[in-house]
Nanobody
Framework: QVQVVESGGGLVQPGGSLRLSCTAS????????MGWYRQAPGNQRELVAT???????NYADSLKGRFTISRDNAKKTVYLQMNSLKPEDTAVYYC?????????WGQGTQVTVSS
């Protein structure tokens, strides 16, 4: 009954910005850590960033300074602001949310950085 849905992906030129959103819906009693991960073709899924309900953040070292994670607990939504995008940022971006006793994953949203 819980769904996690991402939005905001698309095609952007190198150096551009995108903002991804992810909302949890359904019978959601309380959300713990929410996070963003990404998977490029041929690669394993990797951490982008996570954020606790209290706002404590954690980033992949290689992305610090360009990506910013935030959340709105009232809206059950987590955001990922991505700036100075590079072609190597091209991937499917997945959101997850830890709710009660398990982690729920979204279906992913494609981000393509290309001129």
């Amino acid at each position: 009954q819980v769904q996690v849905v991402e939005s905001g992906g698309g095609l952007v030129q190198p150096g551009g910005s995108l903002r991804l959103s992810c909302t949890a819906s359904g019978t959601v009693l309380g959300i713990g850590v929410m996070g963003w991960y990404r998977q490029a073709p041929g690669n394993q899924r990797e951490l982008v960033a996570t954020i606790t309900s209290g706002g404590i953040t954690n980033y992949a070292d290689s992305l610090k300074g360009r990506f910013t994670i935030s959340r709105d607990n009232a809206k059950k939504t987590v955001y990922l602001q991505m700036n100075s995008l590079k072609p190597e940022d091209t991937a499917v971006y997945y959101c997850n949310a830890f709710i009660v006793v398990r982690t729920y994953w979204g279906q992913g949203t494609q981000v393509t950085v290309s001129s």
